[in-house]
């Protein structure tokens, strides 16, 4: 029996200490994919990402890097995706932030090499322009449940704080029950100082993360635009759904326009995450939500988005739970014990 999914690729931040090794645990038949990828970072100058995978210790200054991240996730995720069991159909695919280049490739929008270049390009201008910053807070308490008066609490003081004079401030990804915040050094902390510690870690300053999805990265996207061509792309082979919610559907997309979203608003603008989430679910009603690795931190965020969109009739944290485990509908490849349910021929 055929099994509907739509995949999800994550972001920047999600390839970590425990996630060293992941490219050879668990796609050692894809080294050749792999090898393909380091003749584009050889001709850079740049590290191996199958020795930086294969390395024996991690480093948090070293692997948090545009430049180093951002290939290693590509590699993970897409590899993930490209692993499922034969029994899923995959309806769509989706992903946060970065995670949207991945689903480009993941997508056939973009060949598996295209889509390396896309994001080891992006990542590595990102790392060298390094233009302001990112921290994460919550608007939701620990039920998960919406609390819509918070949400605009926090952002009115955004608002605020970005009206005042050298102060750059903005929504970067709307993401499940957290807001993704980016500007300069004054814009964050402004904020830092002007919100409630919540859990004793929020406001969550993200160690070599620039203010992206904000206007801060005009700059970027420009470079980036003239750095890749349109050609790169073409009509992806399964519907796309973009940090708008906007779907991009095979045969009917313009691949210019998809070129200029990629490398325009999707630099310069906020990232809807939680809306992308929302129109997955309701647009094709999926059996499951595959994130792909590398981490399985982005799992909660996409509950959250199924909760706040009251998905199923679910209103917070325990009715999510409670259909998760007489049903898992929701499931991360970086979890073992959730990888075996889509990829169990994986190593």
Partial sequence: MTRTAVVICPGRGTYNKHELGYLHRHHSDRMGMFRDFDTIRGQ?????????????????ARYTRGDIASPLIYAASLAD??????DIEVVAVTGNSMGWYIALAAAGALSATNGFKLVNTMGTLMQTHLIGGQLVYPFVGSDWADDPARKASVLADVARINGLPDHDLALSIDLGGLLVLAGNQAGLSAFEVSQPVVDARFPMRLQNHAAFHTSLQAPVASE????LSADLFEQPERPLIDGRGKIWWPGATQVTDLWDYTLGHQVTETYDFTRAIQTAAREFAPDLFI?????????GAVAQSLI?????????KAAFQTQQKARPFLVSMGRPDQRAMVAPESQ
Wanted: proline share 4%; no cysteine.
């Fill in 224 to 227: 980036g635009r003239s750095r």
């Fill in 44 to 60: 850079a100058g740049q590290d191996s990402i199958i020795d930086l995978d294969g390395a024996a210790q991690y480093s948090v």
């Fill in 81 to 86: 995706a490209q692993s499922l069991a034969p």
């Fill in 308 to 316: 706040l969109a009251e998905w199923r009739g679910m209103k917070d």
């Fill in 291 to 299: 994130v792909t690795g590398p981490g399985e931190t982005l799992g």
